[in-house]
């Protein structure tokens, strides 16, 4: 049984389409993240749920919309989608936002953007 | 805000020889440390973390680190690696502050060989 499931796993979509990568968690963990992996390995937090409430928010484009319909599901929703947004996207899931817990990660979803 | 630095980006080493990866962080207050390991085309997982207590950390895969305050620095060692140990390593910081941020340095790419 798979902790933390995203999809799709690879994703190939034009330039200016609206995409969404699901995740779910079956840890029974309170908290859930997006992470974007660039192509040079760069891991950057972009959003963080606790409880199904937003509680960390980078500075992220407002084009990227965090959705969490109950805390074991984090989907993320990409509008009007650019190049540079060509990445991995990583989904984890914690016991707790607490800075002492263990991040459990997804397998990744590799967006390309052509 | 805390920051991380892996000085290096790449280390290669042959098969049963010993290795370190080097990790530095700077911070205002105590931090928390971790190591994640990530195999081609997955997720991370973590290796081990060190939170408090004694300085030097035993996690999975015979991995071990050690919190150097001092010099800011939790460096990862193995004593004999194996082929199976080629993948990228994170190494991780969060503060005390109560503040729900991971920050995740660059990566370094262990490349063990024959």
């Known amino acids: 049984d798979t902790a933390v499931s995203q999809t799709p796993k690879y994703l190939v979509t034009q330039m200016g389409n609206d995409k969404s990568i699901k995740c779910e968690q079956n840890l029974g963990h309170d908290t859930m993240y997006w992470y974007k992996q660039d192509s040079k390995k760069f891991l950057k937090i972009m959003f963080s749920?606790?409880?199904?409430?937003?509680?960390i928010n980078e500075t992220v484009p407002n084009r990227f919309s965090p959705k969490s319909p109950d805390k074991a599901h984090l989907n993320l929703h990409i509008n009007s989608l650019e190049l540079g947004d060509s990445a991995v996207y990583f989904c984890?899931?914690?016991?707790?936002?607490?800075?002492?817990?263990?991040?459990?990660f997804g397998q990744g979803t590799r967006l390309t953007v052509v | 805000a805390q920051s991380v630095t892996q000085l290096d980006s790449q280390v290669p080493v042959f098969e049963e020889a010993p290795v370190e990866l080097r990790c530095n962080y700077s911070s205002s207050v105590s931090v928390y440390l971790f190591w994640y390991v990530q195999y081609p085309n997955q997720g991370l997982q973590l290796l081990l973390k060190?939170?408090?207590?004694?300085?030097l950390v035993k996690g999975i895969n015979g991995f071990e680190a050690e919190f150097n305050k001092s010099q800011t620095s939790f460096h990862l060692r193995k004593p004999s690696v194996h082929i199976s140990d080629t993948a990228e390593y994170f190494c991780a910081v969060s503060d005390l502050t109560g503040g729900f941020k991971t920050i995740f340095g660059a990566g370094t790419r262990l490349f063990v060989k024959a």
């Open positions: 984890a899931s914690s016991q707790g936002p607490r800075s002492n817990t263990e991040a459990f």
């Open positions: 749920y606790n409880n199904k409430e937003l509680i």
């Open positions: 060190y939170l408090s207590g004694s300085t």
